[in-house]
């Protein structure tokens, strides 16, 4: 029979080689259904509750982290620019730059916010350049979309202090427990992406961008390639060894044939 071929001898490793590389792919196909569901999981996860209302942060009550993220924030306080930081790797229109995060001192309570005050370009980032983008001065209220404190340990890396260097200008990543170790007040464990205000034209940096929704990626059509790759692979195979095990018995037909009965 035809299974008892694939399996004879030398064969037998070549088979188990390909079922086993078709397994890999299949797993590897089912991998990324698993994130496009993960994905799909998230975007409905952020719909949900950027349309919840207004949640208004005094810096006195005790924070779930988890059920703020995405939510929509309100607070009012005072911005600190002297402890301003960049975020790292950030574009607008396709033009590269930063984000700015300014910590936001919370009116009434001891604690701060950092808050990302939206984009600039990457040829005027210096300290200097950014005194043009100060914040508002005095007290203001302003809105954005929370986020939970970003791993430290995922890539990009952010650079441990150097030797004598007492902070870190740019970040790739806001960690705040990190960020947290040179900036004065104590920081609430979330951050937020400010939002441009209903019908603003904005005509000066820093750019706001108004939080969208994530797209779901390329995870489907990924998937599809690993399952064709199992696919072809598997009927490649078993064509090739239909098409060697007939010759085979051909070119054994006529030797058969032609002895003595």
Known sequence: MFVQYLFQGRRGIFTALVVLMAIVFCGLGIWQLNR???RFAMIDLMRER???PVVEL???EALDTAALDYRRIQVRGTFEPSQEILRRNRSFNGATGFHLVTPFHIAGSTK?????RGWIPYDQSSPAQRAAFAPPSGEVTIEGIAQQSQDADAAPFDPPLASGQTRLDAWFRINIARIQQQVAEPLLPIFIEQQPSEGEEQTSFPLRSATELP???NHLSY???WFSFAIILVS???VFMHRQRHNLLEE???TAQGRPG
């Open 36 to 38: 496009l569901g993960q």
């Open 50 to 52: 950027m349309a919840q």
């Open 58 to 60: 005094t810096g006195g």
């Open 112 to 116: 701060a916010l950092l808050v990302d």
């Open 215 to 217: 797209s779901a990626g």
């Open 223 to 225: 998937a599809i390639q």
């Open 236 to 238: 490649g195979y078993l």
């Open 252 to 254: 054994a037909l006529p």
